[in-house]
């Protein structure tokens, strides 16, 4: 997550020669990286096999770019302007574009320039001027993830606790409940039902 970011930056920021800082734009980096290899490891739980794994990360990564609000823009989407907060693309591109328009300004002679009327227009279209914290959210994505990479996990393992066995038993335990049904006795019915199961007497 950091090794990864930091040699692709070493080659790109030679060849680029950006404005700010490499530090800046390293940082940028290793958030881009917590945020995708948590979709990796999400994905990667979810489908058994691999190829499928590709397929729904890239499919993941496409839709965040689709909705980030650049086309259609964050106006364009209306009431379902929220969705691009849950877009990485966009919080990347968000922090890349404020930092290097910033330092552009700066470097104007002039704040009246036609480059900066330009500028503006681009923070306003895009909606780059409200209160959304790319950093945070950007966090946020990559924790919320690994969180429901977690859960699938321990949906799919063996390990049976007491903690686990109230949780995965919650409904039908509720459904029992309502019904008025025994669940001690399900076991021994679905055993009596089957041909190949002999009662223990039968042995004797």
């Known amino acids: 997550m950091v090794i990864y970011p930091l040699l692709f930056l070493s080659m790109l920021y030679i060849e680029i020669v950006p404005r700010g800082s490499f530090s800046f734009y390293f940082f940028v980096m290793v958030l881009c990286s917590f945020v995708c290899s948590g979709i990796g490891q999400l994905v990667s739980v979810i489908f ?6 590709y397929l729904a990360g890239t499919i993941f990564a496409l839709l965040s ?3 980030s609000g650049f086309s259609p823009t964050k106006d364009e ?17 968000s922090l890349l574009f404020r930092h290097e328009s910033k330092l552009y300004l700066e470097a104007l002679e002039s ?16 909606d780059f001027n ?3 914290n790319p950093r945070f959210w950007m966090i946020l994505i990559g924790f919320l993830l690994r969180a429901l990479t977690f859960a699938f ?3 799919k393992s063996e390990y049976r ?14 459904k029992s409940l309502l019904t008025c049904e025994s669940r001690r006795d399900r076991p021994f019915k679905h055993q009596a039902n ?11």
């Open 153 to 155: 996990l321990y949906g």
């Open 48 to 53: 058994d096999r691999t190829e499928y794994a």
């Open 77 to 93: 989407l209306k009431q379902g302007g929220f969705i691009v907060i849950f877009s990485f693309s966009r919080h990347v591109q």
């Open 111 to 126: 704040k009246d320039h036609i480059w900066g009327t330009s500028v503006e227009g681009i923070h306003k279209n895009f």
């Open 161 to 174: 606790s007491k903690a686990r066995f109230y949780v995965t038993n919650l409904l039908p335990n509720l």
């Open 65 to 67: 770019c689709l909705l």
């Open 194 to 204: 089957r041909p190949d199961v002999l009662p223990s007497s039968s042995f004797k």
């Open 130 to 132: 409200n209160s959304e």
